[in-house]
């Protein structure tokens, strides 16, 4: 399958700084990016969906200047916390699809640990 | 509005077979995925139907029914790599990605 490259793996920050967290797919074009945040013992919570060169779409609840995406080019996307706070601290996921061709499949970042102290 | 029910958590023998269930509501339908997580790492993708039936694949087997807005994972020959959480997700007519809690697997020797 299609290779999506998340990074970094594991970031420890301070309450009050930014952290900013990539998702690449290395071998094919991802017209659309998602971001999942996901909290112990819980399914994936959809954050946005990002589309190439236009502003993601963020899910109710989910602050937009808090959580700013941007989906620069077919191959990134980036998700970055501003003033983080103990309570961002979670595993956020990204994902990619290319939906102008006929696999629907979604392919994962290896995720990301968020750890605000 | 659009919804996923599977188990919470289920325990299986070693070498048995278990059969994991997902039944959604979702508006519109554009396949049923199920995906293997294992703690701490991302999902990995198990198998997708968008036709009625079972696609087998290896140890892992996948059935669906548009009908009856339900679909099973069956794992056989279970090993006790295979003690995860499996989650459920069906994709409405925007292609969105509706997941399911997940179940978690548990592999008793």
């Known amino acids: 399958g299609a290779v999506v490259s998340q990074h970094p793996s594991r970031v420890i920050c301070k309450s009050g700084t930014s952290v900013k967290i990539e998702c690449r797919s290395l071998?094919?074009?991802?017209?659309?990016m998602f971001w999942y945040r996901q909290f112990p013992k819980k399914s994936l919570m959809l954050m946005a969906t990002s589309n190439e060169g236009s502003k993601a779409t963020y899910e109710q609840g989910v602050e937009k200047d808090k959580f700013l995406i941007n989906h620069a080019s077919l191959t990134l996307s980036t998700l970055t916390v501003t003033s983080a706070h103990p309570e961002d601290s979670s595993f956020y996921i990204c994902s990619a699809r290319d939906l102008s061709g006929t696999d629907t499949e979604a392919f994962f970042g290896q995720g990301t640990r968020l750890t605000v102290v | 509005g659009q919804n996923i029910d599977q188990p919470t958590e289920m325990t299986a023998t070693e070498g048995a077979i278990v059969q994991i269930n997902c039944t959604y509501q979702t508006s519109g339908f554009n396949g049923l995925f199920w995906y293997q997580q294992h703690a701490g790492e991302a999902p990995t993708f198990l198998s997708y139907n968008v036709l009625d039936g079972l696609e087998e694949k290896g140890r892992f087997s996948s059935f669906l029914s548009r009908s009856k807005g339900y679909s099973y994972l069956l794992l056989k020959e279970l090993q006790m790599k295979d003690s995860a959480s499996y989650l459920c997700a069906a994709m409405d007519s925007n292609y969105q990605l509706i997941w399911g809690a997940g179940t978690k697997l548990i592999i008793k020797p």
């Open positions: 071998d094919f074009q991802a017209t659309t």
